[in-house]
Each structure stands twice: as structure tokens, then as C-alpha cells.
């Protein structure tokens, strides 16, 4: 059973992100809406994929993926439901690579080769 975590503040759109992975497969799913929390979640609980969306609460998404990722290899999927945040990304923020929008997701998950 394949495990993500996703760091978005916008229950709308958290939702349809896990509703996505559902469909490819995953069951299990922790939600952050801060950095702190998206910390703990992944300390508890490693996930087999990081969703990183749009916002935060508190904290950095970026630096709450960067954290995690530190522990160990997990594929950081960054995830938008505004085309315009994509051009909003700091050069260091891009050292992920690209964002996907939120009707790729499928696409990115594949081209990532996470097993569900």
C-alpha cells in the first residue's frame, strides 16, 4: 500500500490531489497545512510520495520538502492549481525541477516511478 503525504493548505485542493492518487492507486494519505506539521507527518510516517501544492499556512512548502527529502529518497511531487504560480518559484526552488499542474498529476506519477 503505497503512502503520501500532501502539503497543500487548500482542503479543496488537497482533496482533489488525493482523490487523483486514489485513482492511481494509493491509500493512504497524510495532510499538512504547515511546515511543522508536514515534518512530524513524514517523521511518523514516511511517505512514498511528497505532494507539494500552492500554499502553506505557516512555513515554506519548499523548505518543508527539502526537510524531509533530507531523511531519506522520497519523489517530491510539486503540484499547482494556478498556472501563475508556477512563474512565482524562486531560482532555488526550482532545484526540484519542474511543477506539474493538478490535471498532470497522473503523468508526473508515472514519470517519477512511484508504485502505488
Known amino acids: ?24 492507486g494509493f491509500r493512504s494519505f497524510d495532510h499538512s497545512w504547515t511546515e511543522e506539521q508536514a515534518v512530524e507527518a513524514a517523521s511518523c510516517r514516511k511517505p512514498d510520495l511528497l505532494v ?23 519523489p517530491v511531487l510539486i503540484v499547482t492549481a494556478d498556472p501563475f504560480r508556477v512563474h512565482q518559484l524562486r531560482p532555488d526552488e526550482m532545484s526540484f525541477g519542474r511543477s506539474f499542474f493538478l490535471n498532470e498529476i497522473e503523468e508526473a506519477v508515472r514519470l517519477i516511478g512511484v508504485a502505488a
Do not use: K
Not at 500500500?1 to 492511481?24: P, W
Not at 500554499?55 to 520538502?65: K, Y
Open 1 to 24: 500500500m503505497s503512502h503520501a503525504l500532501i502539503i497543500e493548505d487548500n482542503m479543496i485542493v488537497g482533496r482533489a490531489i488525493q482523490s487523483r492518487l486514489e485513482a492511481l
Open 52 to 74: 507539494v501544492g500552492d500554499t502553506l499556512e505557516i512555513g515554506s512548502r519548499m523548505s518543508a520538502a527539502r526537510r524531509i527529502s533530507a531523511h531519506g529518497s522520497i
